[in-house]
């Protein structure tokens, strides 16, 4: 009866030992409020992450997608999968490369500017070269019309420093483009490509002479009329204002003529004679004319004309000095002029006399001192 006790008390204390070791223990998960900061520290560092992970991909090692080969026609399944091959550029294996005279700027391929500025120089000096010749066949006819390209090309060989052999072939087929839209382009029975350059472009390179006498040339059934019409009217212009200027000094000559006469007659005739009242016409002719007229004999003969016409004035030929000579005499008697003539010697006569004797009376000692020289 002992024995199975004692068996019963075994048994209940090995099945707690047991158990006790199978369950664990209480502080192996956290509590609840310790989950929710583990759960909030997890959310950051993976917000964090991700967000160093986009910056890294997008701006500092960006993941770009291939290029398309050029070989391959792209079409827009393909967008998702590879870019497509840029113009001027050409794609394999996923890589881009620029042809010959175009860089590579991100997607792109652009003109290479030093490559353009070499084409545009060595164009402008080939048109420069074939407009000369062309402006010098037109005016002189010693240029040349049309020119080879291979001679064009070695004319600017010589001028144009070559460095890269390459390059220079690439610049000047690009400068043979240019060419092209500007010059006139043929191509010869031989495939011979020659350059001519436009005429209206070849009229700016023509010399100035050049331009003037084929203008003149081009214009000669105007130019003659307008030309002759001009010279007529300046000779008759020329003409005009010569008689109008001889008739104005003829009329200066007439007057003067008169005024002498007239004077000398009553000179001669207050004086009994002294001096002789004619006047010898050549002499009166010498006396009056410039240096200049005495060559235009129409000059005195106009004033012979109205010294004829005028009834004052008498015409004789008188022997003097044995040499007969043409004489002109004015006459006193009954001249209208005769008497305002006298009033205007007797009043010159009259202040004269005045003015002496006023002097006389200002300075008696002069007056004194001049008696002895009379």
Request: charged content about 30%; glycine content about 4%; overall charge neutral.
């Amino acid at each position: 009866m002992k024995h199975p006790k004692s068996k019963s008390n075994v048994k209940p204390s090995s099945a707690s030992s047991s158990k006790s070791f199978m369950e664990p223990p209480q502080n192996l998960f956290p509590s609840k409020h310790e989950f929710l900061k583990l759960i909030v520290v997890l959310a950051t560092s993976s917000a964090v992450a991700w967000t160093c992970n986009l910056l890294f991909t997008s701006f500092i090692n960006p993941q770009t997608k291939p290029f398309c080969d050029s070989s391959i026609e792209f079409s827009d399944s393909l967008s998702d999968f590879c870019e497509p091959c840029p113009s001027n550029g050409d794609c394999y294996d996923g890589k881009l490369e620029c042809r010959q005279g175009y860089q590579k700027h991100g997607k792109l391929c652009v003109e290479d500017g030093d490559i353009n500025e070499s084409a545009k120089r060595i164009s402008e000096r080939a048109e420069y070269h074939l407009c000369v010749e062309y402006a010098q066949y037109l005016c002189y006819g010693t240029g040349s019309v049309w020119v080879q390209e291979d001679d064009l090309w070695n004319y600017l060989d010589d001028l144009e420093p070559i460095s890269d052999i390459a390059l220079y072939n690439y610049t000047k087929r690009r400068a043979t483009e240019r060419l092209g839209s500007i010059l006139e382009l043929r191509t010869t029975s031989h495939r011979l490509k020659e350059f001519k350059c436009p005429d209206l472009l070849a009229e700016h390179y023509k010399p100035y002479a050049c331009r003037i006498r084929q203008w003149i040339s081009e214009h000669t059934l105007v130019i003659f009329p307008v030309c002759a019409m001009l010279v007529g009217c300046t000779i008759l212009f020329w003409k005009v204002r010569r008689k109008l200027h001889m008739s104005k000094r003829v009329e200066e000559l007439y007057n003067q003529v008169c005024e002498i006469l007239e004077e000398n007659a009553l000179t001669s005739k207050s004086t009994n004679g002294e001096p002789e009242p004619w006047f010898v016409a050549s002499r009166l002719r010498d006396h009056l004319l410039l240096p200049r007229e005495r060559k235009d004999p129409l000059l005195w003969k106009k004033v012979e004309e109205l010294v004829q016409e005028d009834s004052r004035v008498d015409r004789y030929p008188k022997l003097v000095k044995g040499e007969s000579k043409v004489v002109w005499e004015w006459q006193v008697e009954g001249s209208l002029s005769s008497s305002k003539m006298k009033k205007k010697r007797d009043a010159g006569k009259m202040t004269v006399s005045e003015r002496v004797v006023n002097g006389d009376q200002q300075h008696p000692t002069l007056k004194e001192s001049r008696v002895p020289l009379f």
